[in-house]
């Protein structure tokens, strides 16, 4: 019996894996997961590219995975060979919902007309010019006032956080933003940060490695599905509202303008373009735009609350530039290297999306010596490259010195993947930057930051780590200036 065991083993995986590189030997149905810390899958994976390399196979249970790290072999797929590497790879935490449909986890054809109508729509609504720049000016001031009514007591910084990040995304996408205090939209923010939440749990870690059993296993995990179909609903309802009121000479939003999409395409078979669609894609926009800025924000305060002699630093260029009478705006960046430096060292050091998302490789390739087929999935560790030492001097120590030349300028390092890499680089990215720097300045052209202990015993490793890593709790005063 365990004679045959043995050769029924080796024959399956001689005839599944002979031609991919090598990684550590898996074994039916477990695949690698005796090689690894389920519950710190990130860390392990990162371990494990030590002995075999850069590129390596990994079995998440029964699937084989390419996990590719380090800045070098990184480029070389997402950017390289960016066509091939643009396939979107399992993410069964979202699968159940999301059913291959939308942007973030949509592939092939139906990825890339979604991905060019979202991109020109938001540039139609001023992404990257003036007017969504006025929007994220106005959403700082608001933050800001709010802040202030903590009158130098401590606080948790997330609530006031995820407002504002997640009514620059409701203001494309909607065409409004909320009150801080309207209900449904705190509502909706919950929804979103406990998904963030349990994907980067330990919980999240086992769906993502087991999901055949997973699904079937009772536990928190199995709230990461209702939470996403509560978004829809609310998505749903808000398609139901811009229908009713729907001005197609005079599109208001992203919805307006994916409803006129829906009237010129009705009479195509083949159209992509449908309510299931747009629902998606939306509820995708609205996760996405939300936490992401918001967690970034959140570490980054943390972080300066540790660096205090950053702060300092970033007090004096806000000062000097800007001064105390005006809002921030995106001008003031290319005066600023020092603040712009700090931002990419926060959004380096935080590395909010570590894994990022997976990819698969849309047709069979050679790649650095290997044959591999279409549809692998490819496990992109962005955090190797953000974190590698041929790129960064000292690249577990925060220091905004990382981004800037010996004259003091910002100086641009190609293996910043915060925002990741190719054809599949977020969406978001130009949106992002600047609501940072002007959330960011906003505040501390307002505040000084005062921590409830001292600096220097202040934990700046993340409290967990999956999806995304999630910045400890924590309070502390801000303090006017
Ligand atoms: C600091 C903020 C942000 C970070 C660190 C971030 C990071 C990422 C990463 C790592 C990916 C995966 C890329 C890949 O598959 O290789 C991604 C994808 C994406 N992001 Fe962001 N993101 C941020 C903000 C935003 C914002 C504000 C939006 C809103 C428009 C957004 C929308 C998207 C979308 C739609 C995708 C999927 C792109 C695709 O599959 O084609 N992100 N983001």
Redesign the pocket.
Known sequence: MFVSCLLLFSSWKKRRWSHLPPGPPPIPFLGNMLQVDVKDLIPSLRKLSETYGPMYTFHLGSRPCIVLSGYQALKEALIDKAEVFSG?GDFPAVQMWSNGNG??YGTGER?RQL?RFAITTFKNFGMGKRSIEERIKEEAQILVAELRKTNGQPFDPTFFLSCAGSNI?CTLVFGDRFEYTDHQFLTLMGLINSNWKLMSSTWGQLLFTFPKIMRHVPGPHRQIYKNYLKLAEFVGERLRLNKETLDPNNPRDFIDCFLIKLEQEKNNPDTHFTEETMSKTTV??FF??TE??SS?LKYGLRILLRHPEVEEKLHEEIDRVIGPNRSPCMEDRARMPYTDAVIHEI?RFAD??PM??P?TVTRDIEFRGYHIPKDMNII?L?CTSQFDPSQFKNPNTFDPGHFLDKNGRFKKNDAFM???AGK?????EG??VME?FIFLTSILQSFNLKPLMDSRDIDITPESSGLGNIPRPYQFCLLPR
């Open positions: 979107r942007i973030v990825w991905r995304i995708n926009l996405a735009g992401t800025v970034t959004q909010i999306v990022g998302v990819h992109p962005l915060a925002f990741s599949r680089v977020c969406l978001g949106l992002a940072l």
